[in-house]
């Protein structure tokens, strides 16, 4: 840290993203992105023209992606927040809501940017853990006075709760928010987003990086009543307006217009991911049930550093976490049918060479 910068980052311990390796020789598992291209039309809609008006600032409202993704989910354009990936919904919504006295609550086991974000604003973390199987209990999080944030699924885990077991949090606290972070909800878990036209206190994030091939694109959304859109608006146009630039918009645009290849390649990766667990169970490796494109997975004899260090050796990118809980597990990102047999391979491998 230079001289210079603000003492009170100085304890702030930035989020380490997955390794983006230069060169494609290895099978990247390790990032959650998706196995498939773009539709064509997304394409076709970063065109030459559209990288012509570079020059023009975009639509600082984002209305027609906000209107199209208002139709696809069932609600206003008020209800939708736009943002440079979720992450960055995330950023405004704990801006947004938390603060120093009340703090925020989330799993003691759950997506890594939470604690970052809570050290950024110098907002107390308050870790609630979960069960002994990874699920998360509803009941743990009743009644605890400050806005409430989660992964439904979870991330690493890939376990989802039901939308009533959600609306069980809601009920119990309802003067906070409660932030329901989708990112993976597309590969078969059940959205909240039909709770917010109930509950003013709910907040559900999406993300274009996971099921809709756009991750380089980044695009999040945010679906929630319009009490907390605008004040996530607010915070939105005092940090960057223009947080969508044209070429994402055109790209988000056309994605929505392909929606349903894109729910057609969710529905592969579902079927790929329930593959590739009973490959897994038939070599001994306990496996959570998972409902996202990625399985949390334990090798019967070998911890998940050494496991990654051996895929690694063989090319291919998995993630692991040296944590008491979770050092046993590797966390590997559904990849198309043919990444999953190379990713069987060298765990075969792997483990003969002991
Ligand atoms: N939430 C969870 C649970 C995630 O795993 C990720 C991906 N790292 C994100 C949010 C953020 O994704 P993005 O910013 O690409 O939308």
């Known amino acids: 840290m230079s001289r210079f910068m603000n003492p009170r980052f100085a304890a702030l311990r930035p989020y380490v993203p997955g390794e983006q390796p230069r060169e494609m020789r290895y099978v990247k598992l390790n990032t959650n992105e998706s196995p498939y291209p773009p539709a064509p039309a997304v394409l076709a809609a970063v065109s030459a ?6 020059n023009l600032y975009p639509d600082p409202d984002c209305r027609l992606l906000r209107e199209k993704l208002a139709a696809r989910y069932g609600v206003g354009p008020e209800n939708v927040l736009v943002a440079n990936g979720s992450d960055e919904v995330l950023n405004f919504a704990f801006m947004a809501f ?3 006295e009340s703090g925020v609550a989330c799993p003691d086991i759950s997506y890594g940017f ?10 107390p973390l308050r870790e609630v853990p979960l069960a002994e199987d990874f699920s ?14 989660f992964a439904n699924p979870n991330a690493p885990t890939g376990r989802a709760i039901r939308p009533a077991q959600v609306e069980r949090i809601l009920q119990n606290d309802p003067d906070h928010v409660v932030l329901v972070d989708e990112a993976y909800v597309d590969f078969g878990a059940e959205s909240c987003v039909p709770l917010v036209s109930k509950y003013d206190n709910l907040l559900v994030s999406m993300t274009f990086s996971k099921s809709r091939s756009m991750a380089g ?3 999040g959304f945010a679906i929630g009543s319009a ?8 915070i939105r146009c005092s940090t960057n307006p223009y947080n969508i630039n044209r070429l994402t918009m055109a790209a988000a645009l056309a994605t929505l217009d392909s929606d349903d290849y894109y729910m057609e390649n ?9 593959r590739t667990a009973e490959q897994l169970a038939k070599r001994g490796f306990s496996t959570l049930p998972s409902l996202t494109n990625f399985l949390f997975t334990a090798c019967p004899e070998m911890s998940g550093e050494q496991l990654y260090q051996k895929l690694r050796a063989r090319g291919v990118l998995v993630r692991y976490w040296n944590t008491p809980r ?6 590997v990102t559904i990849g198309s049918p043919e990444e999953m047999e190379t990713f069987l391979a060298a765990v075969d491998a792997s483990r003969e060479e002991r």
């Open 114 to 123: 939470y604690p970052v974000l809570a050290a950024l604003y110098g907002v």
């Open 136 to 149: 998360l209990r509803p009941e743990d999080y009743f009644g605890l006075g400050c806005p409430v944030v």
């Open 326 to 331: 979770l050092k046993d597990y590797i966390r």
């Open 227 to 234: 009490g907390l859109i605008g004040d996530l608006e607010k």
């Open 49 to 54: 023209a559209e990288v012509r008006r570079l």
């Open 98 to 100: 938390c603060d120093a």
């Open 266 to 274: 969710c529905r592969r990766i579902a079927q790929t991911r329930d």
């Open 217 to 219: 694109g980044r695009l």
